[in-house]
């Protein structure tokens, strides 16, 4: 099975930076694209940021000039940077990889991980 998991959550003022990882482990072939979605308190889960294989980024409005996504295909890692952050960026974030294919079976598949609170707040 595939495992993701990930780092770098916390509390952090309002104009602060952080950087979230998400590692996946597990019998992987390839990933077709690694991202980010968040849920905040009452709110539907929305895409943040997502990172197709060719390096091709998608974004949110709401997060376009601010966060950065990069993906390390080696480490079958994605990072997410954001900067000037608001209380409305205050989330869980979580992580998804998407076109998992399992060197084991060939089977492809989506998976995610349990996320990591960003709370931003003075």
């Known amino acids: 099975q595939v495992q993701l998991v990930e780092s770098g959550g916390g509390l952090v003022q309002p104009g602060g930076s952080l950087r979230l990882s998400c590692t996946a482990s597990?019998?992987?072939?390839?990933?077709?694209?690694m991202g980010w979605y968040r849920q905040a308190p009452g709110k539907q889960r929305e895409l943040v940021a997502r990172h197709i294989n060719g390096d091709s980024a998608n974004y949110a409005d709401s997060v376009k000039g601010r966060f950065t996504i990069s993906r390390d295909n080696a480490k079958n890692t994605v990072y997410v940077q954001m900067n000037s952050l608001t209380p409305e960026d205050t989330a869980v974030y979580f992580c998804?990889?998407?076109?998992?294919?399992?060197?084991?079976?060939?089977?492809?598949?989506?998976?995610w991980g349990q996320g990591t609170q960003v709370t931003v707040s003075s």
């Open positions: 597990g019998s992987i072939s390839s990933i077709y694209a």
């Open positions: 998804y990889a998407e076109g998992v294919v399992l060197s084991t079976t060939w089977s492809v598949g989506d998976y």
